[in-house]
Structure formats: C-alpha cells, structure tokens
C-alpha cells in the first residue's frame, strides 16, 4: 500500500516536471523570437519609373518646371509657362525638364498613358520645345513646334520659345503647316536666325574695339591733319620757326586738338549705345529657392533612404541591384570604423546650382541633411562615380586620387551599356570601401569652391574694361601706321605725278620738274596763290589778336609786293587764287615763283633770288659761272641752288642741260624758261626784286 502512494506522488511529480521545463523552453523561444522580429528591415517603397512619376506631377499641376536647371530655367518660371498654356484652348501639360533626361522618344505617349487625360502634351528642354502631342484635342502641335524650333535663334530660351508655340497652336492647321514648312527651309537655307545675344569673347572683342577707336581716331586727327597740311603748303621756309609759329593765332592752333578731343569724346559716348547689351543669355536670374530645391529635395530622401534615384531621370538601377547596394550599405556602417553611406543618383549639368560639379553637390547635400558619412555622387547620364569623405576615418585623399578608373568611369563595356553598369561598380565601390584601410581621426573632403554667383553668370563685363586698355595700346599704334602709310602713299604718288607733269611740287631741287606741263603750271600757280593768301590772312589774324599794328617791316613790305606783282599777272579781274586759263607756261611759271617768295619773305627768309637753271628749284646759295649753250664758250655768272652748283663744278659742259622748260606754241615743241615771253623770266637772273620791276613795268605798259 505503501509503495503504490510512493510511486503514485513520483509520477505526478514527474508530469509537473515536465510541464515546467515545457513552460521555460516555450518562454526562451518566445523571448528570443520577439528581438529578431524587431530588428527585421521594414520592406523600403519601390521607386517609381520616370513617366510614372512626371504623371504624379502633372496630375498635381498642369506645368512641372524640374529643379534641376535653375541657372536657365529657374522653377519661378512655371506661372509664366501656366499663363501661355492657358491661351491654348485646350487642356494643356508642360513638362520642363533637362534635354539629357528625356532624350528616349515616347516619353509623353508614357506620361498621357499613366496621366489618362486627353489634351495638348508639350516637352521643353532648357532651350527649346523639344516635342509635342495632341492626344483628344485638335491641334498643330508638331507644326507649332517646328516652327518654334526653326523660325527663332537658338538663344531665344524657352520662355520665348512656348509663346511661339503657342502662337502657332491656336492658328488653323493648314495655315501653321505653311508656315511650319515656310520656317524649316528657311532654316536649310540660312542656317538659321541670327542670335539674340552675345558672349563674353563677344564682348571682349568690343571693348578692343572700342578702346582702338577711343586711342586711334583722335591721335590719327592729331597726326594726319598737320602733316597733310604741310604737305599741301610745302616744306616751310623760315629760319626762325619760333616766330612762325608765334604768327599763328591761338584759336587756329587749338581747332585740330579741338576736334581730336571731340572724336574721342563722340566715340567712347557713343560705343554703349551701339554695343548696348548687357546679358549673354535670356535666361532670368534665379531665387535663392529655385537654387537650393534640388538640394532639398535630395535630402529630403536621402533622410529616408540612402539610396536616391532621381525620379525624372531614367532608373538605373533594379530593385535587387538597389537591394544588394543597401545590404553593402548596413555592412559597412556596422563595420569597425565605417559608417553611413549616402547614393544619389542625379544629374550633374551646367545648368544645375552645382554649375555642374559633383563636389559642391555632395557638399551642399552633406550640409542639408547633416549627417557625417561618405557621399557618392553617381550620374546617371554620364556614368560617372564621384566619392567624397565627410567625418568618417577614411582617407579622404585616397577616395579622391586612388579611386580605381574602372569605378569612377567605367569601362568601354559600360559606356555602350543603357545603364552604364552602375549596379555592378556601385557594389565594386563598396568593395573598395571594405578594404580602406581606418584613419586614427575622421577626415573630411574639405570645403569646394563656390560655384558662379547665379545674378553674374550671364552678365557680361562693361565695355571699358577687360581688352578695352590693351585696345588703347593697339590704337595709338595703328594711328603711327596709319601716318607712316599715308605719309608713304602720298610720297610714292607725289613723285609720279611730278614725273608725268601732273601734280605741283613742293619747290625742292630733288622733286621741282625740269619739263613742267602747262596743266602742271596752273595747278602749281593756283596752289601758291591759295598758299600764300592764307599766310597773309593768318599774319594779318595774329596781329589783331596781339593788339599791335599790322606788321610794317622790310619783309612783311617785301612779301606784299611779290604777293601783288603774283596777283596782277594772274588777272585782276579775277580771284586772286585762280589763274587765267588763257594765261601763258611763262607767266604761270612767274606766278608761282613769286608766290612762294612772297611767302618766304612773310615768314622772314631773306632769300633774294632763286636758282636761275630752274626757278622751282628754290633759294640760291651761290654763284657760278655757267656755260649757257653746248656751242660757244661764253659763260654767265648767275645764282644756283646746291645740286646745280655741284653740276657746274663737276660737269660745267651739261650744265644747259638742267635749264628748266616750258611747252612752246609749237605742238611738242619746249623752249628755255628765260627765253619764253619776251625774256619775262630773264629778269631772275638778277633776283626777285628784277621780276618784280619787270612785271610792273609790263603791267604799266598795259595799263
């Protein structure tokens, strides 16, 4: 009896036994399971594909301005692109977005299929309507749009751009075809309109320009006008040029400063109005929030997740190769001195607030969301992979210059590839990651340079700077070749033309004729006479200016009587500086040899008489024997300017030779100056004074 309680109470004791040790594995499971059940990653949202998302936008709003161009098309611009849509008629859907973004055709049949909503589907890049769709509505779109594309320049933008557009869409359809058709050839066969603005290689071009014209008109005014006027007056004859210059009146000598102070004062006023632009784009100047959207936007769902796509780009990455890039991610930040990793997969284009660089994006993002880590910038358009350190213990160093080629830019197999193998070298990078060797201290990448100030970028530097100072150099420098060319040019011709008889010559022994035409003679005659009444008025002028009495010396006497005795041979009855045409070579020849006496004398030369083999020669300086004829050894002492007196030193027998002529009346037949008029010229033998007696009595004997 006994026995059987014992066994009895051993068995229940047993069964309890179990029962708890039952009760404690199921509690163990329990408590281990519920940790492993909270630690498990929550399944992340799958990204949209690109015309999914864009639906998403336009189902929000008709117009999507992307944030991705703020430099050419800042977002602000979107109320502007919602006015023009409205004049349509028609339901209307803008997308702007980068032309690199969208360059797969079908793109707006995708967004029309997503969006389920007939109307007028227009595409606009960051310079122009790049495609367009009616879909349920009757409108020109690929007619509006060819215009828009062909009838306007390239720099228009795009702004411009949809208003033409606009424009054509709500014309009939046969009328926009002409004109559609109108504009595609025209564009064939012009290559286009001409554009808009200009760039800064434009602009430094005006102000080089600009800066010749300021320098080289006004000292080519300074240079040219004095030197033309020499060479019209001939080579002056005073010995005093102090005194000269002293009879010139003072407003006489400040007219040409005068006008070479005005030219360059017209030029530099009126460069600006002519190259009067002031922008090298049409693109507006963007808000501070028009430049950090994207940056926001990116942090925003970097926040999130670690892996951004950008959704108006076409998806690179498949949702297992983004799976295995975040299972590498948590590796990596549970690792020994590793961290977090931020991917973004954007863009990077000129026209971004980056200005394109990879660097200050992932600078901008780091300090947007404000988490240390390491920053992988990976275009999804280029393929490029960018790798930058911010507060982790890396070499930020050997991110940037030991970055394997085969991960930052691929290979030739991954630039023939839609997606440039992103997916296999992402997971490459995080490899190379793995392997970095630690840091004793974090590192950083430091800070970028800052990218253009958005409000200068398309502002072109003012005209009076940059090449303008190097073109005022350049001015003054054509101003002396302009002056050694024309100082050339008027030589070479002036030595033709006394050659052939046909212009004057400055009363020099190298360039006087020996054999003057009659023409010759009455352009010289008519030439001196100007000449030297302009000497007489500027003397006259100097003396009312000083306040003195009209000069009454020997010379200013001597120069009056010359100057009429010049005058009454060339015909009282006429202007004192135009020759009878009926005159005679010989009085001519007399006129323009007393005129420029007259005019040595008014300005103090004391010359007497001139070279008696050839008067236009100019002032004797000695005299010399001279045989007057190759037969006969009879010689006359007569005045000689220097060639002709080393003539008749070194060849006495040829001397007759250099006797100046005149045309006879006999057709091509010339006779010795002396010897024509009765011997009118003779009387130079014994000076200016002689000639002058000699025409007086002559004018008398008329009279």
């Known amino acids: 009896m006994t026995s059987a309680v014992s066994s009895g109470i051993g068995a229940r004791t047993v069964r309890l036994l179990l029962r708890l040790s039952a009760f404690i594995a199921v509690m163990a499971v329990l408590t281990t399971a519920a940790p492993r059940a909270q630690a498990a990653p929550q399944p992340r949202p799958q990204a949209q594909t690109q015309a999914a998302y864009l639906a998403d936008r336009l189902r929000a709003h008709p117009v999507h301005v992307t944030d991705q161009l703020p430099r050419e098309v800042p977002r602000s611009l979107a109320d502007d692109f919602a006015r023009l849509a409205e004049r349509t008629g028609v339901p209307t859907y ?33 310079s122009e309507v790049a495609e367009a769709r009616a879909h349920g509505v009757h409108v020109p779109a690929e007619a509006a749009a060819t215009v828009a594309r062909y009838e306007l320049p390239v720099d228009a933008g795009p702004l411009r751009a949809f208003e033409r557009f606009v424009e054509v869409a709500t014309m ?119 430049m950090s959207a994207r940056v926001e936007r990116v942090a925003a769902g970097l926040a999130e997740d670690p892996v951004y796509q950008d959704p108006e780009s076409p998806q690179r990455l498949s949702a297992s190769q983004v799976a295995r890039l975040h299972d590498r991610i948590d590796r990596f930040a549970r690792s020994e001195g590793g961290g977090p990793v931020h991917v973004t997969l954007v863009p990077h284009m000129p026209e971004d607030e980056s200005a394109g660089d990879g660097e200050r994006f992932a600078a901008a993002v780091h300090a947007k969301l404000k988490k240390d880590g390491v920053y992988v910038a990976a275009d999804p358009l280029s393929g490029y992979i960018d790798v930058f350190n911010h507060g982790l213990r890396l070499d930020s160093y050997e991110l940037l210059l030991d970055l394997p080629e085969s991960i930052a830019y691929g290979s030739a197999k991954a630039d023939e590839a839609e997606d440039h193998l992103l997916g296999e070298r992402l997971d490459a990078l995080m490899t190379f990651l793995d392997e970095m060797p630690r840091t004793e201290e974090p590192h950083d990448s430091g800070t970028p340079a800052s990218a253009p100030a958005p409000a200068q970028e398309h502002a072109l530097p003012p005209l009076f700077a940059t090449d303008f100072w190097p073109g005022l150099v350049v001015g003054a420098l054509v101003a002396l070749l302009l002056l050694i060319m024309v100082s050339g040019v008027w030589t070479a011709v002036a030595r033709a033309g006394r050659r052939i008889g046909w212009t004057p010559g400055p009363g020099s022994p190298e360039s006087a004729p020996k054999a003057p035409s009659a023409a010759y003679l009455r352009r010289a005659a008519r030439a001196e006479l100007r000449a030297t009444a302009a000497a007489f008025e500027r003397t006259s002028g100097a003396d009312d200016d000083s306040g003195a009495a009209p000069s009454s010396h020997a010379g200013s006497r001597t120069a009056r009587d010359r100057y009429e005795a010049a005058k009454s041979l060339a015909g009282d009855d006429r202007s004192a500086d135009l020759p009878d045409p009926s005159l005679d070579p010989a009085r001519l020849l007399a006129i323009v040899v007393l005129a420029r006496a007259a005019r040595a004398a008014l300005e103090g030369d004391s010359d007497a008489r001139c070279c008696a083999v050839n008067p236009l020669h100019g002032a004797a300086v000695a005299r010399h024997h001279v045989r007057m004829t190759a037969a006969g050894y009879s010689r006359r002492l007569l005045p000689l300017c220097q060639p002709c007196g080393i003539a008749a030193t070194l060849t006495p027998g040829d001397l007759h030779k250099r006797f100046l002529t005149l045309p006879g009346t006999a057709q091509r037949v010339r006779v010795r100056y002396d010897e024509a008029a009765n011997g009118l010229l003779a009387s130079l033998y014994s000076g200016f004074d002689g000639l002058v007696a000699m025409v007086r009595r002559r004018v008398a004997r008329v009279g």
């Open 94 to 126: 803008v997308l702007v977005l980068p032309s690199q973004t969208v360059h797969r055709d079908g793109l707006l049949d995708e967004v029309h299929e997503r969006l389920g909503r007939d109307g007028l589907y227009v595409l606009i890049d960051e």
């Open 172 to 290: 009939d359809p046969e009328d926009a075809g002409r004109l559609a058709t109108a504009a595609s050839e025209s564009y064939g066969e012009d290559g286009g309109p001409e554009e808009l603005y200009i760039g800064p290689a434009d602009r430094r071009n005006q102000s080089f320009l600009t800066g010749i014209a300021v320098t080289g008109v006004p000292l080519s005014i300074l240079l040219l006008a004095p030197y033309i006027r020499r060479r019209r007056r001939g080579p002056p004859r005073a010995r005093d040029k102090k005194k000269s210059t002293a009879g010139t009146p003072l407003r006489r000598r400040l007219v040409v400063p005068a006008v070479a102070l005005f030219a360059g004062a017209a030029i530099a006023g009126a460069a600006p109005l002519v190259f009067d632009q002031t922008r090298s784009s049409a693109a507006p100047t963007p808000s501070p929030q028009d």
